[in-house]
């Protein structure tokens, strides 16, 4: 590990002293821990998924400690990111093989926004001298596009090909929770093509994820998605365990906690008296979006 390796891990390890506003909380029971404690029973063969608010400079710099915490257990990690779609992992080989520049792969894959700059980091992070890799994870956009607007049945055989072998949608308690922060729908309809269409996200993600676990048992793969995949097990975390449920999951919440009080933080990360705890481990830290 090099040097600056070294200095971010230490300078984040002495943040998880201030355990109520900023650090690494246990989700049960919200002790106090070091990254080391969190990741130390991680081994290979496990998914570590990383829940984020996107755009956060902070976010990005807590993945890339427990990355490089991983690493330091003597660990070959590989990263899924979200922001990928798995129909362009080619597109995504050849970046990281260095066929493809920087700006060749982003027009190529129709990065849109937030910047590249907060995904840079996580995307190069694997060391292809090891077997590690970059996956790409997350169903066409064309797709979860036309299921939001027309429905599950509104697919062409084509169309349903791109889907994950044997999709399921996401549990119950997710999908009330999912329905909860969309008040506005037009009717309920909307709301169950909406979340059909969060299913394909989550279930595709897991599908690839599961699959590539399998065909390197010696690695880990730790995935980068946004926050409410990850939150109480019930999106991606749920989707791993069905398709795979001799996989060890490890998830990580990482809780923005700028301008929040006392009060707010601790409802913030309570457990939810239906699901559980929010992760495993949620980091609090306050973070402050750069812009997209």
């Known amino acids: 590990m090099n040097s600056w390796s070294l200095f971010l891990v230490s300078v984040l390890l002495s943040a998880c002293a201030h355990a109520q506003t900023s650090g690494i909380l246990r989700g049960n029971t919200q002790q106090p821990v070091l990254l080391q404690e969190a990741v130390g029973s991680v081994a290979p063969g496990s998914i570590v998924i990383i829940g984020e ?15 490089t915490a991983l690493r330091a257990e003597g660990l070959k990690v590989s990263v899924g990111m979200e922001f990928f779609t798995y129909t362009q992992q080619d597109l995504v080989d050849s970046y990281r093989k260095g066929a493809l520049t920087e700006p060749e792969f982003l027009k190529a894959i129709a990065w849109g926004s937030p910047s590249y700059d907060y995904y840079r980091g996580q995307a190069e992070f694997p060391l292809l001298s090891e077997g590690a890799m970059t996956l790409a994870l997350n169903a066409p956009r064309s797709l979860t596009g036309k299921v939001s607007k027309q429905g599950l049945s509104s697919l062409t055989p084509e169309e349903s090909a791109l889907l994950p072998p044997q999709f399921s949608l996401g549990r119950d308690s997710y999908k009330h929770r999912f329905l909860s922060m969309m008040p506005h729908l037009p009717n309920p309809e909307a709301g169950e093509r909406y979340f059909a269409a969060q299913s394909i996200w989550d279930d595709t993600m897991a599908w690839k994820a599961t699959e590539f676990i399998a065909a390197h048992p010696d690695q880990v793969l730790v995935i980068v998605v946004g926050e409410f995949h990850v939150q109480y097990g019930g999106g991606l975390p749920d989707r791993i365990h069905a398709r795979a449920p001799q996989v060890p999951v490890l998830t990580f919440s990482q809780v923005n906690t700028l301008d929040l009080t006392e009060e707010e933080i601790s409802t913030e990360i309570a457990p939810s008296p239906v699901e559980g705890p929010r992760a495993d481990f949620l980091w609090l830290a306050p973070a402050q979006s750069l812009g997209l």
């Open 53 to 67: 608010n996107h755009g956060f400079k902070e976010h990005q710099t807590q993945q890339l400690a427990i990355m």
